[in-house]
């Protein structure tokens, strides 16, 4: 897939294409949260509030025979066209999904390419909805096969009103959707970079909606349950951080769930729980984190580190919610973590990509980067004895290493006064070329230099 954004924020025009390890790296407000926020915020509207439009003839026929089938062939075979469309509807969007004003975006284009590799259609589907005791609408398709088949063996002549026939279309369209988009696009998980501040005054920000939600119930002369649900989804904030806001106030649910990690990789999750110095713990009084080699000693996040709060929403979506296909998205894994867990954090995020999960983060940290072309070098010569005896002693294991092809890194740059995406090159041999790393790390290398020979060495 690749992506185009124009006028969006700091960006006049640029492209980024997805791979299995997506990276972003830049300075400071270079629009790496842009084209992050900009991708999530598309396939979360994607599958959430596009639309198709249901023909009145597969209605009428629905209710005339009580059968309909639509050719999913000819909506996979167009998909292009059909993600264009929601492009340009898309657009309408940009201000909820950025938390912003709608004069932003008044000029911006969001631009999503697929390839031919990308659209599947080998999923089955089986929805039920009963109207009442005999009258129910089933949806269904088999596996592959390209026909959504649609029954309506209804009793009741009253049933056939306006109300009925927009539920009917919202359930086809909704299967539709399923069937083309679930197995295209991957169901995304964001980590935004505000995820420390979330977990810890999560309170502060429930009660600041409620009280907006009471105040507009006791200011409104009618009272309007489609106002009350707008005021419940028109965050302040932009739409990934209400997103992990609203993943945090569902973790004693969220914790009945098994993720496929935690089903046939638990050694992930036990090098999770390293890099986190400890275990996440959700019971009636609360949420806690259980340090490490301690007895009966259980924190509030309150009293847990900076590192503890930030990988909160990470460690409960690899314990409890990812799967294969997925995509994980973390806006600066690096956010409050030693060095040496920056490194192993790089590993683990490899090891995800390694078992079919996508990773598109962004980032700030060398070290993560070098580690990454630690992963490339060590991948590429994996087979030679002095590889083998370096990856025993450094503790290196080969579903942690990773090739080329399976990554794409792009550097937030300036080009002829022009914020841009570059493509970095990634060598086999060399790793990943980050050049806005290497300038900085040479410069205070100089520096110093310059100070113990007490001269200029540049």
């Not at 926020?37 to 209710?63: P, R, S, T, V």
């Not at 167009?78 to 993600?83: S, V």
């Not at 000029?107 to 390419?113: P, R, V």
């Not at 995406?421 to 980050?434: R, T, V």
Request: hydrophobic fraction near 40%; include cysteine; proline fraction near 3%.
């Amino acid at each position: 897939m690749k992506v185009t954004l124009k006028n969006f924020g700091v960006f006049k025009q640029v492209e980024y294409e997805l791979a299995d390890f997506t990276i972003i790296c830049g300075k400071n407000n270079s629009g790496k949260t842009y084209a992050t926020y900009a991708l999530f915020g598309f396939i979360d509207f994607l599958k959430n509030g596009f639309q198709f439009e249901i023909n009145n003839n597969i209605i009428n026929n629905l209710f005339e025979k009580g059968t309909e089938n639509i050719d999913l062939f000819e909506y996979s075979n167009h998909l292009q066209d059909i993600i264009n469309k929601a492009c340009e509807q898309y657009k309408k969007f940009l201000p909820f999904i950025f938390a912003t004003s709608e004069t932003r975006f008044k000029d911006s284009e969001f631009h999503l390419a697929l390839k031919k590799k990308d659209v599947k259609l080998n999923n089955t589907y089986n929805r039920t909805l009963t109207f009442t005791k005999n009258d129910f609408l089933q949806i269904s398709k088999e596996m592959d096969k390209e026909i959504l088949s649609i029954t309506f063996p209804r009793e009741s002549k009253e049933i056939q009103n306006a109300s009925t026939i927009d539920i009917i279309k919202k359930e086809i369209s909704n299967a539709i959707k399923a069937l083309i988009f679930e197995s295209t696009f991957p169901n995304v998980f964001i980590a935004s970079a505000e995820r420390t501040g979330i977990s810890i005054f999560e309170d502060d920000i429930n009660a600041n909606l409620h009280n907006r939600l009471i105040k507009r119930i006791t200011h409104s002369t009618q009272l309007n349950i489609n106002e009350i649900i707008a005021e419940f989804y028109n965050s302040p904030y932009p739409i990934p951080v209400t997103r992990n806001i609203l993943f945090n106030s569902q973790l004693k649910e969220v914790v009945k769930l098994s993720s496929i990690i935690d089903i046939e990789h638990k050694d992930i999750l036990i090098d999770f729980a390293d890099i986190l110095g400890g275990e996440y713990k959700v019971d009636k009084e609360g949420l806690w984190f259980i340090p490490k080699k301690t007895r009966g000693i259980k924190l509030s996040l309150g009293e847990s580190s900076s590192s503890v709060r930030s990988l909160l929403d990470v460690g409960f979506y690899l314990k409890h919610i990812a799967q294969k296909g997925d995509m994980l998205m973390i806006d600066e894994p690096e956010l409050n973590l030693h060095p040496e867990n920056q490194r192993k954090f790089a590993r683990l995020l490899v090891r995800l990509v390694n078992i079919g999960i996508k990773v598109f983060v962004t980032t700030h940290s060398d070290y993560i980067i070098k580690e990454l072309n630690t992963l490339i070098m060590l991948n590429f010569k994996k087979d030679q004895k002095s590889i083998i005896d370096m990856m025993i002693k450094y503790h290196y294991s080969e579903n942690e290493l990773i090739s080329p092809d399976k990554i794409k890194v792009f550097i937030a740059c300036v080009n002829k006064r022009i914020p841009s995406l570059k493509l970095a090159n990634i060598d086999p041999f060399y790793g990943i070329e980050a050049a806005s790393f290497d300038i900085t790390i040479d410069e205070m290398n100089n520096i110093q230099k310059s100070i113990v020979f007490d001269r200029d060495l540049r």
